[in-house]
């Protein structure tokens, strides 16, 4: 008997904390994972970002917005830390998270092997496509056309497109000599306009961006990869990366990154 009620009694429980999962789960994280988790700043999540890379981090005024922003916002608060954005060159982003400047690189980050030697990533949150720009005239029509000729190819320093393109053509790029290296991916579409290179090859949510506010140029219809984002977090901070495993779950569970995403890139765009 007495085992009984007590099954009967856990049964209870249970039902009653399924009852108040929605409201109490968000208190819980935080409170489950203050106490083990530490920031290089009390209270503050610092991000690393490079802010010309619409629709995920770019400029409204003097402000940063976007796809990163908002889902590290959403973050930080589960956590309950403010969040502080500094918009820093983005082949430095990996370097600081290392070295403790930052908290996290959060940057329509791809996930590679090579990076995970030097920084831990959260989940994945989003998937990007690596994509070419040309100029609408343009003789190149897919990848095997500017792969095989002499095209000059311009990337953002240090991003995966950079790393793809610049390597050898028994790999898959066009070598080093033809790629021409830019600080923000908007400079390698100017290089683009005026004719100084052939192609871009970067992300294809900022492609597509970019070519909708320049004149005389398209996205090739070739993705040349898929890959994954996820913000990048110091190895040896380990209860960081669960606190912020944790709070991208529930933040996908109740639809929030969801609805951030579709907001930016609405479904069938
Ligand atoms: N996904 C690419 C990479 O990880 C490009 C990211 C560039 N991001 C930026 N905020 N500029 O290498």
């Known amino acids: 008997m007495k085992t009984l009620k007590r099954i009967a009694a856990g049964i209870l429980s249970t039902a009653l904390l399924l009852g108040m999962t929605s409201c109490a789960a968000a208190q819980q994280t935080e409170a489950a994972n203050s106490a083990s988790f530490t920031t290089i700043e009390s209270g503050k999540l610092i991000m690393a970002t490079n802010a010309f890379f619409p629709p995920y981090e770019y400029y409204e005024g003097e402000k940063v917005v976007g796809i990163d922003v908002e889902i590290a916002t959403a973050v930080a608060q589960k956590l309950g830390l403010e969040l502080v954005i500094e918009d820093v060159e983005f082949d430095s982003i990996i370097a600081g998270v290392q070295g403790g400047k930052y908290d996290i690189g959060c940057a329509g980050m791809t996930v590679t092997e090579d990076r995970l030697k030097s920084v831990n990533f959260s989940t994945p949150y989003a998937t990007g496509i690596q994509s070419i720009i040309v100029t609408a005239d343009s003789e190149i029509k897919d990848i095997d056309t500017l792969l095989g000729g002499s095209y000059k190819v311009g990337v953002?320093?240090?991003?995966?497109?950079?790393?793809?393109?610049?390597?050898?053509?028994?790999?898959?790029?066009?070598?080093?000599?033809?790629?021409?290296r830019f600080a923000k991916g908007n400079d390698a579409v100017i290089a683009l306009t005026s004719g100084k290179i052939d192609a871009v090859v970067i992300d294809n949510e900022p492609a597509k961006a970019f070519?909708?506010?320049?004149d005389g140029l398209k996205v090739l219809d070739t993705p040349y990869t898929v890959e994954d984002y996820a913000m990048a977090i110091n190895k040896d901070n380990v209860a960081l990366k669960d606190a912020i495993n944790q709070a991208l779950k529930e933040l996908t569970d109740d639809g929030t990154i969801p609805a951030i995403i579709n907001k930016y890139i609405p479904a069938e765009g």
Not at 157 to 177: A, F, L, Q
């Open 211 to 214: 070519v909708k506010s320049n």
């Open 156 to 180: 953002q320093s240090g991003t995966t497109g950079d790393i793809y393109m610049s390597s050898s053509p028994e790999d898959g790029g066009v070598g080093e000599d033809r790629i021409e």
